[in-house]
């Protein structure tokens, strides 16, 4: 009797893995899978010259810049568009037209110097986004390519009058955002 289990059970489990391998087993012919990824980006703006001297000026006076300073967009390959403002100085204000120890300092992206400036291309301490009517000339700071070149040139209309002998400086920013 006791053989007679073992069988059935050896008999059992034959039929059992017997039945399992017979049987097909189906799949889908095709499957898809979400593949995703983020690009980090970084800004970087490179302004080659440190500095840029007008020199001595009187009062009352238009100079336009005898060079343009050299913007690259450094990032991390995303295309960038700047915005430009400048400071005070210790003893004059940024303005819109020249007065009583108000200055106005303009800027335009141009391959040469330009022929002139327009309101567009004043500055101000508060940061405006280069774009077809600011700033621009044959060149824009706008949508600036990975590691393009850019030339600004800068145009300094000095106080009418000032109470100020001392040199002034002006300080310019160019900040880069993705575009």
Known sequence: MAKQKVFMVFLAAVTT???????NVFAASSDTVNITVTISQTIGVDI?????????????VT???????TVTNTGSGANET??????????WTAGSSPATN???????????????????????TTPVASDGTHFAGNET????PYQAVRHLWL????????????QQTIVLTITGSIS
């Open 17 to 23: 893995i017997w039945i399992g391998l017979t049987n």
């Open 48 to 60: 080659t010259e440190t500095s840029y001297n007008f020199g001595t000026l009187a009062t009352s």
């Open 63 to 69: 100079s336009t810049s005898a060079s343009s300073l």
């Open 82 to 91: 700047y915005s430009l403002n400048c400071s005070n100085t210790a003893n």
């Open 102 to 124: 108000v200055f106005v300092l303009s800027a335009k992206f141009n391959s040469i110097a330009p022929t002139s400036f327009v309101a567009g291309d004043i500055l101000s």
């Open 141 to 144: 700071g706008s949508s600036v």
């Open 155 to 166: 145009q300094l209309k000095t106080p009418t009058s000032t109470s100020a002998s001392a």
